[in-house]
């Protein structure tokens, strides 16, 4: 099997256009996400906190020197991610609450099955062969 022809078996599996799918729209839900903390979210907080802006927080380790940046840890900017991170892990656990809660309901919903499956019916032809295997097997013991 050519390189080629791999690729397009493996490119076009339903699990691969799914996990595509779910990170493009993961990518955009993020996204929505990094908005609503640094535009809805942080500046309230930064307002209780006393008016800081949580991503102007930063250490200065070497201040700016001509055309060079200063070197700094921004600490602020790590505390906004870890508050987007925290808000997508609640969005995600309450998506995958949702939707257990709806496969239990499905679940319940479902008539509960009390009488064992009917056995299939035998063909003759069927019948005939089984006695043929069984013939078969008896003549083949010592």
């Known amino acids: 099997m050519s390189i080629l022809s791999e690729f397009k078996t493996f490119a076009v599996k339903g699990n691969v256009v799914d996990m595509a799918?779910?990170?493009i729209i993961g990518a955009a839900f993020g996204k929505i996400v990094t908005s609503f903390v640094g535009d809805?979210?942080?500046p309230p907080l930064g307002i209780l906190i006393g008016g800081v802006d949580f991503s102007?927080?930063?250490?200065?380790?070497?201040?700016a020197e001509g055309d060079l940046p200063a070197v700094m840890i921004?600490?602020?900017?790590?505390?906004?991610t870890v508050?987007?991170?925290?808000?997508?892990?609640?969005?995600?656990?309450?998506?995958?609450k949702a939707i257990n809660k709806l496969k239990h309901e499905k679940a319940a919903e479902e008539p509960a099955v009390d009488e064992p499956a009917a056995?299939?019916?035998i063909t003759a032809q069927e019948?005939?062969?089984?006695?043929?295997?069984?013939?078969?097997?008896?003549q083949h013991r010592p």
């Not at 102007?56 to 201040?63: G, N």
């Not at 921004?74 to 906004?80: L, V």
């Not at 508050?83 to 995958?96: K, L, R, S, Y």
């Open 21 to 23: 799918v779910g990170i």
């Open 40 to 42: 809805v979210i942080m």
């Open 56 to 63: 102007d927080l930063a250490i200065t380790l070497k201040a």
């Open 74 to 80: 921004a600490y602020g900017k790590f505390i906004q």
């Open 83 to 96: 508050i987007d991170f925290t808000i997508v892990a609640f969005a995600m656990f309450m998506g995958i």
């Open 119 to 121: 056995e299939p019916e």
């Open 127 to 138: 019948q005939l062969l089984t006695e043929i295997r069984d013939l078969l097997k008896q």
